[in-house]
């Protein structure tokens, strides 16, 4: 018998040791190309589910062990993964994000200039919506490119048979065009109303994955209460109903539960 206690009391500190050193904390910052520093990026470890945000500095603490896998997330940049290795305990990791590039519309052009930008400027307005700013147009090609003309004068650029100067301006109009084309396409951030929100959450649990919820206890109810608590919250029927993005749903989501755990009480499983 007094065997038999002897070695349990050595067997015992070895599980809790091992448990101790299996999670580590995980230290680093945050940066773009540019090496500027990002707040606010989420920093999720996939294996055991932990998140936590990126300070003002961008830098970031999580507890992670070896081979787990570490995701960032921020709106406007792309995702990045990381697999902690052991060299990641000793010193801190230099995480750099890319930014998203902004898709600018494609405008073709089937008419071929002839270098008479009085002429040429005529079939450069083929889209309804950018004919409804033509007047808008009309007041760009009016004014010089630097500076304002007194009234009742005609800029250089119309004058005489000077095809290359017409050319560099119809550069200028074309810019131009697709600005304004850009700007009417564009879509405008309204209200949901209240078959919009219900059809936006819907769509939530259809496509994106929740088992971080599922992982905390939550039922169908408990997880449509958290998913009317971040609408709220983070107003998303009316940001992301439109242009339903699953990685930036789901930082949205990341991010109010983050706060609702604060004042809900939840069981990890």
């Known amino acids: 018998m007094r065997t038999y206690i002897k070695q349990s009391l050595y067997v015992v500190p070895f599980f809790l040791s091992a448990e101790f050193f299996s999670q580590q904390s995980i230290t680093g910052i945050v940066t773009d190309n540019s090496k500027t520093n990002i707040s606010q990026v989420l920093i999720i470890n996939v294996s055991n589910q932990k998140s936590t945000l990126s300070d003002a500095s961008g830098k970031f603490s999580i507890d992670a062990s070896e081979d787990d896998e570490l995701r960032f997330v921020k709106e406007g940049y792309y995702r990045f993964d990381k697999k902690v290795v052991n060299e990641n305990f000793n010193t801190p990791l230099i995480i750099n994000l890319e930014k998203v590039e902004i898709e600018i519309p494609e405008v073709k052009i089937t008419y071929r200039p002839t270098g008479n930008l009085e002429r040429d400027s005529k079939h ?87 088992q971080f919820l599922k992982k905390y206890g939550m039922d169908e109810e408990h997880i449509d209460k958290f998913l009317v608590y971040a609408n709220d919250t983070r107003m998303m029927a009316k940001k992301y109903r439109k242009n339903f993005k699953i990685d930036v749903v789901e930082f949205e989501l990341r991010a109010a539960f983050a706060e609702y755990k604060k004042t809900n009480k939840l069981d990890s499983i």
Request: proline residues 3%.
């Open 124 to 210: 450069l307005n083929e889209s309804r919506k950018v004919v409804a700013l033509r007047s808008e147009l009309d007041e760009y090609m009016k004014s010089p490119l630097i500076d304002a003309l007194p009234d009742n004068t005609v800029s250089k650029t119309f004058k005489g048979p000077d095809y290359g100067v017409g050319q560099v301006s119809l550069l200028g109009v074309l810019d131009a065009a697709v600005g304004l084309f850009k700007k009417a396409t564009e879509l405008k951030i309204t209200k949901a109303d209240y078959t919009e929100t219900q059809n936006f959450i819907r769509r939530v649990k259809n496509e994106v994955d929740l």
